[in-house]
């Protein structure tokens, strides 16, 4: 598709501010379904055909999410870009406002205009699972955090203290309400067969557990947005990179911290409960250890071995075979 005009999006919770690259125009609505219809007028009068245009925006969580499903509904192609992406392609800049904001967007979106790919919709059981997951996400790092305090209150005040009692009262109800989602998560992931089926197929990999898979799924939108391990592995931050210079600059290859930490973590995770547990990551990790390799690169290592496997499952559409042959 040919984009003959690209449109900057900078939203808030109130408004929407939208900046038209070619045409330096520009409109501000309200972050709602009523605002939302000015679009269409806005591009009429502009003579812009909904068929080529592209609005790029940044990711907002659910700031976007109404205006999402509106583009998607009166078929306008947009894309979701990292903010710092954004920020680092502009260089030194002066000042900002909503409205400089939106033309920066769209300033970018012009000149990434050939490598921008249009967000497809997301069935809403992949969306439902997507809020799910998060809303789990949050509650286990604040139980988790008054659990850390609890340790610490303890070690001043006794057992029956109210401030005690009152935060494992609040804990015990975070686990309950973690409980209630976890079992919605298995709920739904069983209505929807490709999930179903993926879901399954990522648990026979050893160290991927449902929180894991869960993830995964989310991240990929089931398997269809990263074409390889490798794409996801660096989109996870796990792939390593060279940092090379002539014949002066001779740097460790590294792996960036641009990435999505959560996925790291649970990758991280999953390696380490792999390495008890498989034979094989077991063997490679010892043998590396042995070799005087560095704990922290093994580690590594397995999580992208964990990557290519899911990829190798989800492929095939067969379960992960454990094939170790222990050599004598």
């Known amino acids: 598709m040919k984009l003959q005009h690209i449109i900057g999006a900078d939203l808030s919770k109130e408004s929407v501010d939208l900046a038209c690259h070619q045409l330096q125009t520009h409109l501000q609505i309200e972050n709602s379904i009523l605002g939302f219809g000015q679009i269409l007028e806005w591009l009429k009068g502009q003579k812009i055909s909904c068929s080529n245009v592209m609005i790029v925006m940044e990711h ?15 078929q306008i192609s947009f894309t979701k870009v990292p903010a710092l992406a954004i920020k680092r392609s502009l260089g030194l800049v002066r000042g900002k406002n909503d409205k400089i904001d939106a033309q920066r967007i769209a300033r970018y979106g012009f ?7 249009a967000a497809s919709k997301p069935s809403k059981a992949l969306e439902r699972l997507s809020m799910l997951h998060s809303t789990r996400d949050r509650l286990v790092k604040h139980r988790t955090s008054l659990i850390c305090a609890i340790k610490e209150y303890k070690s001043v005040l006794k057992q029956s203290d109210i401030i005690i009692q009152s935060q494992l009262s609040v804990v015990k109800t975070f686990t309950e309400q973690i409980n209630r989602i976890e079992n919605k998560i298995n709920e739904l992931v069983t209505q929807e067969q490709s999930l179903k089926d993926n879901f399954r ?12 898979a869960t993830a995964a799924i989310i991240k990929t939108k089931n398997f269809s947005q990263f074409a390889n391990s490798r794409k996801f592995a660096c989109y996870c931050g796990v792939a390593p990179f060279e940092h090379t210079s002539g014949k002066t600059i ?19 995770q999953s390696a380490k409960s792999a390495i008890q547990y498989d034979k094989e990551l077991n063997s490679f990790y010892n043998r590396r250890l042995d070799m005087g390799k560095s704990r922290k690169s093994t580690i590594n290592i397995v999580r992208n071995k ?18 170790y042959l222990q050599t004598v």
């Open 201 to 212: 197929l990522l648990k026979t990999i050893k160290g991927v557990g449902p929180v894991t």
């Open 250 to 268: 001779r740097r460790k290859t590294r792996i960036s911290h641009l990435a999505d930490k959560e996925m790291k973590t649970l990758l991280d």
């Open 60 to 74: 907002t969580g659910l700031y976007s999410y109404h205006l999402e499903n509106f583009l998607h509904e009166h």
């Open 111 to 117: 000149e990434k205009r050939d490598l921008l790919v």
């Open 306 to 323: 964990i990557l290519y496997r899911m990829f190798a499952v989800i492929k095939r559409q067969t379960p992960f075979i454990e094939n």
